[in-house]
């Protein structure tokens, strides 16, 4: 996070169009790196270091296996096996087997599927995340 600004580096990866406009909307006040493809968000990882990541599972409009290289599993994966550090992952995604798989890899992660996220205010994660660096 910027420290004079308050501003948050932030990857979403997602490839719904109206949840992402959600996200856009809902973090327009901080720089926000939107990936549709997992090997995009793979290549944003290597470039910098994120505040807050929120990860989608399914990047194909239906549920794809935990093993696919296209979906958040795959973020995940690279996550951890190159020791990428981020206070803060948030898996959005609707799918069971998905979110299961990710948590497995991610087990510092928090699951807050999309349907839910909408209701818990994008604000208030973005104060624990906050609060979380300042206490850092």
């Not at 959600?22 to 290549?43: E, M």
């Not at 470039?47 to 979906?71: A, K, Y």
């Not at 928090?110 to 995340?129: E, T």
Request: one cysteine or more.
């Amino acid at each position: 996070m910027h420290s004079e600004t308050g501003i948050m580096n932030i990857l979403v990866l997602e490839d719904n169009s109206h949840r992402i406009t959600f996200f856009q909307n809902a973090l327009k006040k901080h720089k926000v790196t939107v990936c549709r493809h997992a090997r995009t968000a793979i290549r944003a990882l290597k470039d910098g270091p994120f505040d807050l990541i929120f990860l989608d599972h399914d990047l194909r409009r239906e549920p794809v296996d935990p093993d696919d290289e296209n979906c958040g599993s795959e973020v995940a994966r690279f996550i951890t096996d190159h020791d990428i550090e981020c206070p803060c992952i948030i898996l959005h995604t609707e799918n069971r087997i998905g979110r299961e798989a990710m948590e497995s890899i991610l087990p510092h992660s928090q699951s807050i599927p999309y349907s839910k996220l909408k209701h818990v205010r994008i604000q208030s994660i973005l104060k624990n995340v906050s609060n979380m660096e300042g206490s850092a």
